[in-house]
């Protein structure tokens, strides 16, 4: 299991991880603004992430890859800057999905699910 939480005051924040393991979990928080996350977890077994991004301009890209079911939960907080998130999933049987976010940016946020 791979736990971070993570505090940021200022500039970008990048995370990148890539697991490859029969059955991987990812938990993070981040509280700032300008977040790029980037998670791959691929493998035999099944692979959970369960993220909380506080702030504006969030970027998060979401991999789940194996023959077993992934999960994910992902909450998405911010008070004017949007956020972008994606999530793949693919494996031989059931995924799940969970969460969603607040969005106030007037050009609106977007979210992709592909399953």
Same mark, same amino acid.
Do not use: P
């Given at each position: 299991?791979?736990?971070?939480?993570?505090?940021?005051?200022s500039?970008?924040?990048?995370? @990148?991880?890539?697991?490859?393991?029969?059955?991987?979990?990812?938990?993070?928080?981040?509280?700032?603004?300008?977040?790029?996350?980037?998670?791959?977890?691929?493998?035999?077994g099944?692979?959970?992430?369960?993220?909380?991004?506080?702030?504006?301009?969030?970027?998060?890209?979401?991999?789940?890859?194996?023959?077993?079911?992934?999960?994910?939960?992902?909450?998405?907080?911010?008070?004017?800057?949007?956020w972008?998130?994606?999530?793949?999933?693919?494996?031989?049987?059931?995924?799940?999905?969970?969460?969603?976010?607040?969005?106030?940016?007037?050009?609106? @946020?977007?979210?992709?699910?592909?399953?």
């Amino acid at each position: 299991m791979l736990l971070l939480t993570l505090r940021k005051v200022s500039s970008i924040l990048l995370v @990148c991880c890539l697991q490859i393991a029969n059955a991987d979990t990812v938990i993070i928080g981040v509280d700032g603004a300008n977040n790029i996350l980037n998670i791959t977890q691929s493998g035999a077994g099944s692979h959970s992430v369960d993220v909380n991004l506080y702030g504006n301009d969030h970027t998060a890209e979401f991999n789940q890859q194996g023959d077993y079911g992934h999960d994910a939960t992902v909450d998405l907080y911010n008070d004017g800057g949007a956020w972008n998130f994606t999530l793949n999933q693919t494996g031989a049987t059931a995924d799940t999905y969970t969460g969603g976010g607040t969005c106030y940016a007037a050009a609106g @946020c977007s979210a992709t699910i592909n399953r």
